[in-house]
């Protein structure tokens, strides 16, 4: 009896032995070819917009380095939480990646209810860059300074009014942080989009908003919008003349809004090291540097680990803002 059952162990041990070396061999072979079809970044927003403008920009690089077409898909609604969670729900294969962005690490918070996770459900590839905000105003207004801009609040019987593309954005959150900080009255009047907040802003419907720089650039060159200030802690090289808002007396403010890439959870390790290799590569192409630098975005070239830390902070940072502020999802 103990002969057959020494026989039996032996075979398990065989068995288990060949197992592991074909897995082995499967993975090393995945890691060789890999990838052998395209790749699609899915997009939680419309096309046109900052994330997908990005996301364009890098995915036609990385495939000229991966030797495979990487897409672009957009699949808009619920403030990017549909692409999120399509992406985190996919085969954690390499093959269908997500354009993070801000907006995943405000959502944490944001809604009650998520059909995903961003930090756990989604593996950080690389950040691709940062974007910095603008306070900008009506030019009927008499406002050309962060003080007047105080001022201008504190002297209004009904404060001032701020657009956003959203609650819950960073283009609401800016104003909400500045809120907090400054505290003067601002009513906070949420659109649907960047574009449509502009366009009642530019008509004086409302008195300013905390847009994203790509939006407001040209409105500010046409001279239809007045920059008043800058979010992020370094002034913009668009606006050389304008002060941060840290430099308008508010220390501790920086915001902007950023953008990144992900694949699902469990994405074997080797693939994402690839990935990341190729989004940092395209990142330093002179011809990507240049459209970044036009958009007014700064490149943010680094690793997995650091762009998980980030996210990490963020999510915790927005969750305090969220919770002051009262903001809700629409």
């Not at 399509?86 to 059909?115: E, H, Q």
């Not at 809120?179 to 008195?207: C, E, F, N, R, W």
């Not at 915001?255 to 190729?278: C, D, H, M, R, Y």
């Amino acid at each position: 009896m103990s002969l057959y059952f020494e026989k039996r162990r032996g075979l398990l041990v065989l068995l288990t032995a060949i197992a592991c070396s074909t897995i082995g061999v499967a993975n090393a072979q995945t890691n060789v070819s890999w990838p052998d079809k395209p790749i699609k970044i899915i997009v939680g927003y419309s096309a046109g917009g900052a994330t997908d403008i990005l996301a364009r920009l890098v995915a036609v690089k990385m495939g000229t380095t991966l030797g495979q077409s990487v897409i672009v898909e957009n699949k808009p609604g619920a403030n990017s939480n549909v692409g999120a969670e399509i992406v985190a729900r996919s085969p954690a294969d390499g093959y269908t990646l997500y354009a993070f962005s801000i907006a995943n690490t405000i959502n944490m918070s944001l809604y009650p209810k998520l059909g995903y996770d961003a930090l756990k459900d989604l593996d950080p590839i690389g950040m691709i860059a940062k974007i910095p905000n603008i306070l900008v105003v009506n030019p009927n207004l008499p406002i050309k300074t962060v003080a007047e801009y105080v001022r201008y609040a504190k002297e209004s019987k009904d404060g001032v009014t701020f657009a956003s593309s959203g609650s819950g954005s960073s283009i609401h959150l800016s104003g909400e942080m500045f809120k907090m900080q400054s505290k003067i009255q601002m009513l906070h009047i949420p659109y649907k989009g960047s574009a449509p907040a502009v366009t009642d802003l530019l008509g004086g419907q409302v008195d300013s908003m905390f847009d994203n720089a790509p939006s407001a650039m040209p409105h500010i060159q046409s001279g239809k919008l007045r920059p008043v200030g800058i979010t992020s802690a370094q002034r913009s090289p668009l606006l050389p003349e304008v002060p941060t808002l840290a430099e308008s007396g508010y220390p501790n403010f920086d915001v902007q809004s950023w953008f990144a890439l992900a694949a699902p959870a469990g994405t074997p390790k080797p693939i994402i090291e690839k990935l990341n290799a190729a989004l940092n590569k395209a990142l330093t192409a002179p011809d990507v540097r240049q459209r970044l630098q036009e958009l007014g975005a700064t490149p943010e070239p680094g690793s997995p680990e650091k762009m998980r830390d980030f996210a990490t902070a963020e999510v915790k940072r927005w969750r305090e803002v969220v919770k002051a502020s009262g903001a809700k999802a629409e």
